[in-house]
């Protein structure tokens, strides 16, 4: 009787995608690993790279991020400053969040002028989300895309509006995340629709949506860990990074209710909430970390092994 | 206070109905036999019971299912519109008829030849007859064999009459339930069909004898009509019927017409409360059960009933695949009646769609053969993207329409209606949500035993539509797992094909009575893998479309 040997790794390899920079800048590239995270086998040529948040609108920081990042809000290009030069993000998103009917209703006019600041007071990548009301994206995405004199990353595309943003994106040679609410038939459907438009594959990052830790995190672990073993196993459609916000886990009650006396000091708390949801995602396997305390960026960087 | 309501006349029919105060207009047509479509049974959703009222009436005028003009013209929904006072006319309006279906369908049996071994062998005076039935759910169809000899008498066909009470089962069980009489109603409407298709029969036979026996094979819900018991469980958890198997009866006991009343009536045993003795005679007729390859089995309807094994096992499984491939849920639907598309194809470069029409006159919608290759031929020509939207291809062939942007499949000067045949994006996501239902049924059936869709040898597709459907547009589409076009059979109708071998031969009544306890129900809403093999359905092809491309390349546009 003859027994099957157990394959020594994966068929496949995921894409690499590189995050451009402006001039002086380092691009970022993540993804071209042949095997999963915290396993000493295979090649893992690129590590995650963390990069931080900025955010328009009105911003409510909990306490752990108000005495942080509170100087900086509602100016994005000095934030941008701050989080690429001081904190060390290698990475800005830049949400415009601002431009929501519900969060002050920012014109799109006024929302790619801050990506044009941004793009100019940094040199780091750039990945630009909208503002999450689909009429008002589907005018802001396109107006970015030109905005944009370098190439970013626009997020996000998914069922609805993907022509519209992979369209975009196509015509001003930027990059897009593709977006699927936890769920891997999901992402990969989304991914084979891009496909289907002619969207090349090495500028595709996955958003899973995650969950902060405690309100959904363990559903993002198994859903990333799952789009990793398809697309190592050769699914081509999920071979693509993997970007984690850790912004949920500032929602948590427990990141920021300071009226809990026996919970610890509220600061550190919420960071650290940030930071475990961060290490998590790490550990199932993402490639991309967003995250909102400026401390997180180093020691989640320093997490980021491979 | 009003007159006294008076009477109620139908109109083209001509027959008066005394007018019962509170009572709806639908209802009075039921009470007069008068034909009159109602695909929801009177709970106002479908729209379809539109009639002309001359007279003083109330309600009936549902903003929703019609426009200001046809309110203004006099148009209401029968199921909510009531006699004030006086005489009142009532017209049908022609799309609320319900169509005759002429169309005789048979059924294949494949389960191989075997000598005549009839039921019972009474020594009567006159030649001894039997009767196999397939008691559909919107049709009934018969045939009369010589019980000497095995020989087919005659065939027929009716409209199950029990389609005034609701197009749908459920919609039937809630209508037992919630009318007065309404299960006694809906039981002497089964039964005055019945008998009405056996005295045609009788009528058409060259031979005349006397009827000793009637196999009958239908779903859960009408067998248990039939035998006079109430359906209402199943349609509650756990969703188990009252009986699964019903120990044959004299005529005279369920109440049948003297001509079948000493005759010992069979009834196909149930499998389950949504797989019933219709699905046990289509496993007879296509004698999976007896071949040691494994075999799947489609019936595909409302409820998409799949079975997957071979002699040794079998599972089975009912998935709510929905009604978009009988015309329901699907704007331009309709059933398979003349003056409905029954193909389609589109015309890459151009996007127009070419078309052929049952009964060849101009069409008035689609029916689910039509309906498929619609989506089929949308998606090959670029119109609609993977997840059934439509593309910036074929946009000269839509316009927006009250449920949004809306292909024009038949421009109104051709049409038979006056109006575009239009089919939306709503109308493709309810084809997406009935097949990727349909497909992860038998998905979920593999998973179940663990086995790979290689090792299905033979696909069933049981079924009317089952027998027109364009097999190249259905694995266009994914309807049914990637499995290599050749190892496909269409059975036709193999409920009735079942119940005439049963009664030609009585092993294989036995093997149906066995096959009742010899095959496992699966019961998918407890089965936690089912709604991802869903998920994963709803995309042209499939989520999986590597699997479809590389079997099925040839034949598909993947």
Redesign the interface.
């Known amino acids: 009787m003859s027994v099957a040997l157990p394959i020594p790794g994966f068929p496949g390899r995921i894409f690499a995608v590189t995050l451009p920079a402006g001039p002086g800048g380092t691009p970022v590239t993540v993804g071209g690993q042949n095997a999963l995270p915290l396993l000493p086998e295979g090649e893992h040529p690129n590590a995650p790279a963390v990069g931080m948040e900025v955010r328009t609108g009105p911003l409510e920081l909990p306490p752990a991020l108000a005495g942080t990042i509170g100087p900086f809000a509602g100016n994005p290009a000095a934030m941008a400053r701050k989080c690429a030069g001081d904190w060390g993000a290698r990475f800005l998103f830049l949400s415009l969040a601002g431009c929501h009917p519900d969060a002050g209703g920012q014109s799109v006019s006024f929302g790619a002028a801050v990506v044009r600041e941004v793009l100019s007071a940094t040199p780091a990548p750039v990945i630009v989300g909208g503002c999450g009301d689909e009429e008002v994206d589907a005018l802001l995405f396109p107006a970015v895309a030109e905005a944009a004199l370098r190439p970013v990353f626009l997020s996000y595309a998914e069922?609805k509006n993907y022509?519209l943003v992979a369209g975009a994106a196509l015509a001003y040679g930027h990059g897009v995340v593709s977006w699927s609410p936890i769920?891997i038939?999901?992402a990969?459907?989304m991914n084979?629709?891009l496909a289907?438009l002619g969207f090349p594959p090495d500028r595709v990052l996955i958003d899973p949506l995650t969950g902060g830790l405690g309100y959904g995190m363990e559903y993002t672990f198994s859903i990333i860990e799952r789009i990793r073993l398809a697309g190592l196993s050769g699914?081509a459609a999920l071979a693509r990074p993997v970007l984690c916000h850790l912004g949920d886990a500032w929602k948590a009650r427990e990141a920021t209710d300071a009226s809990e006396g026996t919970w610890g000091d509220v600061d550190a708390r919420g960071r650290r909430w940030e930071e475990t949801t961060g290490l998590a995602c790490l550990a199932a396997g993402a490639d991309l970390l967003v995250c909102r305390h400026p401390s997180n960026v180093a020691r989640l960087s320093g997490a980021a092994w491979r | 206070m009003a007159d006294e309501t008076g009477s109620i006349r139908f109109h083209p029919d001509g027959v008066d109905v005394p007018g019962i105060p509170g009572e709806s207009l639908l209802a009075h047509a039921l009470r007069g036999g008068i034909p009159l479509l109602s695909p929801c049974g009177g709970e106002s959703r479908c729209g379809k019971c539109r009639v002309l009222v001359v007279g003083k009436t109330q309600g009936g005028e549902d903003p929703g299912a019609l426009t200001r003009a046809e309110i203004a013209a006099g148009i209401r929904l029968a199921c909510r519109c009531f006699p004030s006072s006086g005489d009142i006319s009532v017209t049908i309006l022609p799309g609320s008829r319900p169509a005759r279906l002429t169309a005789y369908l048979d059924g294949k049996d494949l389960a191989g030849d075997e000598p005549f071994l009839p039921l019972s062998r009474a020594a009567l005076g006159s030649v001894p007859l039997g009767v196999a039935l397939d008691l559909g759910t919107s049709t009934l169809a018969g045939t009369l064999v010589d019980l000497s000899d095995g020989s087919v008498l005659s065939r027929a066909t009716a409209d199950n009459p029990q389609m005034a009470c609701g197009e749908d089962l459920i919609s039937r069980v809630v209508f037992a339930e919630e009318t007065t009489g309404g299960f006694e109603l809906l039981r002497g409407r089964l039964l005055s069909g019945v008998d009405g298709l056996v005295r045609r029969l009788l009528e058409a036979s060259p031979v005349p004898g006397e009827v000793t026996d009637v196999v009958a094979a239908g779903n859960t819900v009408i067998s248990h009509f039939l035998y006079g018991i109430s359906p209402s469980p199943i349609r509650r958890p756990p969703y188990h019927p009252v009986r699964k198997e019903y120990p044959a009866v004299p005529g005279e006991t369920l109440g049948t017409a003297p001509a079948t009343a000493r005759a010992m009536w069979r009834i196909f045993p149930s499998l389950g409360g949504f797989v019933g003795g219709d699905v046990v005679a289509g496993i007879l007729a296509s004698g999976m059960h007896r071949r040691e390859e494994v075999s799947l089995l489609f019936d595909v309807g409302t409820n998409g009933e799949v079975v997957l094994g071979n002699r040794d096992w079998r599972i089975t499984c009912s998935s709510s695949a929905g009604p978009a491939f009988e015309g329901g849920e699907v704007g331009c639907g309709m059933r398979a009646y003349p003056g409905a598309i029954e193909s389609v194809r589109i015309e890459p470069e151009t996007a127009a769609a070419e078309w052929t029409v049952i009964g060849r006159g101009r069409p008035a919608g689609l029916c689910g053969s039509g309906i498929l290759d619609l989506c089929a031929e949308l998606f090959r020509a670029g119109i609609v993207d993977r997840a059934g939207r439509f593309t910036s291809r074929g946009a000269g062939r839509r316009r927006s329409t009250e449920r949004g942007e809306a292909f024009v499949v038949v421009p109104r000067e051709k049409s038979a209606t006056g109006c575009d045949v239009v089919f939306c994006e709503s109308d493709l996501k309810s084809v997406l949500r009935t097949k990727a239902a349909l497909c992860a049924a038998a998905e979920a059936l593999l998973a179940a035993v663990g086995l790979p869709r290689e090792a299905v040898a033979r696909v069933y597709i049981a079924g009317g539509f089952g027998n027109f459907l364009d097999l190249r547009s259905a694995l266009t589409i994914g309807l049914f797992p990637p499995i290599s076009l050749a190892r496909f059979a269409p059975l036709g109708n193999a409920s009735l094909a079942g119940a005439l071998g049963a009664l030609r031969n009585r092993r294989r009544w036995k093997e149906a009575l066995s096959l009742a306890s010899g095959t496992l129900y699966h019961d998918l809403s407890s089965d936690h893998g089912f709604m991802e093999l869903y998920q994963r359905g709803l995309f042209l092809p499939h989520t999986d479309e590597e699997s479809y491309r590389s079997v099925l390349a040839a034949e598909i546009r993947a």
């Open positions: 069922e022509r769920d038939n999901m990969k459907q084979l629709l289907d699914d």
